[in-house]
């Protein structure tokens, strides 16, 4: 079974500084990747996703992430924080080529940005 | 244009109501979701239906009944609710094979008082 973990359900930066969230993720095949964001009482919107081409993907708001298989992470990266990307961040895993692709989710965490 | 809509945003209720939550996407994809997202932001899988069938079905309660009429939409019906039914209800859609990513609704806000 495929499983996610996020280490560290809050992370606070500063304004300017290097965001860095982490995603750890167990599959018994390389899986497909996802970052997504839900700002406060709206949904959820992609930010990136894994898709076994290059292992580093670029996302939107100026977001990226790095697959590393030999340590079945996905972290996700942002070189310089802003006010706007407070909100919840969720790393998701997939299956691949199965009949069974609903995401499962890790526990999500927190990015506050201070001023 | 939305591309997943889900209605109502906010639900409101009694325990022991019943009461529906409607989930339409115009994206043409052929596979659609129900999701629960707890108090504690953690979310899961609840149901999946592929063009009309039900692929996925997690120990979810009885009580919680998916419908999908066509695979455009896909409502998810409860019975009986209780306090514990109460969470923010998220429908996606996909597309089942290959590497397409899932796109979700707003979310339903659910609560039993």
């Known amino acids: 079974a495929q499983s996610v973990t996020q280490l560290g359900s809050h992370v606070s930066v500063s304004e300017g500084a290097l965001v860095l969230l982490r995603c750890n993720y167990s599959s018994s095949v390389p899986p497909y990747l996802f970052w997504y964001v839900q700002y406060p009482n709206q949904g959820l919107q992609l930010l990136l996703k894994y898709t076994s081409a290059a292992t580093l993907v670029k996302g939107i708001n100026g977001f990226e992430a790095e697959f590393k298989k030999s340590e079945t992470s996905f972290h996700l990266t942002k070189p310089s924080a802003h006010m706007s990307d407070a909100a919840e961040y969720f790393c998701?895993?997939?299956?691949?080529?199965?009949?069974?692709?609903?995401?499962?989710f890790g526990s999500g965490t927190r990015l506050q940005v201070q001023p | 244009d939305t591309a997943v809509s889900q209605t109502p945003k906010y639900l409101v209720t009694q325990m022991g109501n019943d009461k529906s939550i409607k989930c339409e996407q115009n994206?043409?994809?052929?596979?659609m979701y129900w999701y629960k997202q707890d108090s504690k932001k953690f979310l899961k899988i609840m149901f999946s239906y592929n063009n009309k069938e039900l692929i996925i079905n997690e120990t979810v309660p009885n009580r919680f009944s998916p419908k999908s009429p066509d695979k455009a939409h896909l409502n998810l019906h409860i019975n009986s609710l209780e306090l514990g039914d109460s969470a923010v209800y998220f429908c996606?859609?996909?597309?089942?094979?290959?590497?397409?990513?899932?796109?979700f609704g707003s979310g339903t806000r659910l609560t039993v008082v």
């Open positions: 996606a859609s996909s597309h089942l094979q290959g590497n397409y990513g899932y796109t």
């Open positions: 998701a895993v997939s299956e691949v080529d199965t009949g069974r692709r609903a995401l499962t």
């Open positions: 994206l043409g994809h052929d596979t």
